[in-house]
């Protein structure tokens, strides 16, 4: 499971990645189509769709001459069952950091403070 969320936060760390996979939210689309916004050749384009390939994020379909793109949610779901699992933890600092700025606002007035 470690290698499997290396490979997926890996692959996201990388902006144009991201953009691709944000692109592929809209529908497939081919290597031609993916690289249109960015200044970079096809062969480059192709090595970040591999590692999003590898990460397990899209899959590229075969059909005739063209190898569409689409995206794979089971790579987003392995990352976001690992993410959920340190909720509680963000929840439980929620209402600790209320109280810690109560006492903040209560200093500053006895300070004479806004």
Known sequence: MDARLDKIFGALSNPTRRAILARLCDG?????????PFEMSQPA????LRVLEEAGLITRGREA????CRLDPGGLEVAAEWLETYRPHWEGTFPRLDVLLGKLQA???RLGGP
């Open 107 to 109: 200093l500053g007035a």
């Open 28 to 36: 497939e689309a081919t290597v031609l189509e993916l690289a249109e």
């Open 65 to 68: 001459q063209t190898r569409p």
């Open 45 to 48: 384009i192709s090595r970040h």
